[in-house]
C-alpha cells in the first residue's frame, strides 16, 4: 500500500494486519498456516473493495528461545557464554544468527503465498520495534500501570535469569519420584544422580518459652532456612492459644512470629 494512496482514502477505506510475529527459532505449522490463510483472505478482500490494504510480515525475537539457541551455538563453537562477550557483543551475535537462520518463517511465507508487504517486514528487535517498547513501558509508568514490588519469581538455574510462568513446564507428581536435574551435576546418592521430589517432610519449631512444638510439613525442606513466619488458621482451635506467639528456628535460633 502506497502512503499516498493512503493519505487519499478516508479511516473507512483503510485496512491494515499485522502478523502476530512467529518465533524466529521455530518454524511455522498448521495453525499457523490457517491463521495466515484467514488474514490474507481479510487483506485480499479489502483490496478488492478498492480499500488502502496493508498487510505486515515479521518475527518474534523469542527472548529467553533465542538467547538460548544462540548461547548453546556459542558455547559449541568458543566455549563461551553471553557473560563472557558481554551485552553488546552478544546481541550482534544474536543479529548474525537470526540473519543466517532466521529466513525460515519468511520463506514459508512466501511459500504459502501471503499477500504481505515485504518492503515493510519487522523483526522485533528492530531500533524501531525497541524504540517502540521503550516508548510504551516509559507511558505506563506515567500512568501508573507499571510498578516494582517484591514478588514470588520463577528463576532458571541454567538461563541465570527470571522466566515467565508460560516458560515453566509443571509436573503432577503423586508420590515420591526420582527426577533429573540436568543443570545440576547430580545427586552423588542415587547412582544415577537423580533427585528425589514429591516426599513430604514433617519438622518442628520449638514454642518460645515453652516445651510445645509446631510441626510443619512440607515438600521443600531446604526453604525452611529462609522461613519468616509460621501461619496457623485464625480458627482452628488446636492453636489458639498459640496467637501472637513465636516459634524458634531450629537451625539458627531465630525467632519466628506465629501469624493468623
Known sequence: CEPSRARGKGEEEKFVMVIPPPNVTGSLHLGHALTAAVEDTLTRWH?????????????DHAGIATQSVVEKMLMKESNQNRHDLGRTKFVEKVWEWKKEYGNRITTQLRSLGSSVDWSRERFTMDDTCSRAVVEAFNRFHEGGL??????????????????????????DLEGRTFLEVKTHKGNPADPKGRYEFGTLTSFAYPIEDSDEVLVVATTRLETMLGD??????????????LHGKHVIHPFNGRKIPIVC
Open 146 to 171: 507499571l510498578y516494582r514490588a517484591n514478588r514470588l519469581g520463577n528463576w532458571s538455574c541454567a538461563l541465570k535469569s527470571a522466566i515467565s510462568d508460560i516458560e515453566v513446564d509443571y509436573i
Open 47 to 59: 483490496r478488492m473493495k478498492g480499500h488502502a490494504s496493508l498487510y505486515v510480515p515479521g518475527t
Open 228 to 241: 519468616t513466619g509460621v501461619a496457623i488458621h485464625p480458627d482452628d482451635p488446636r492453636y489458639k492459644h
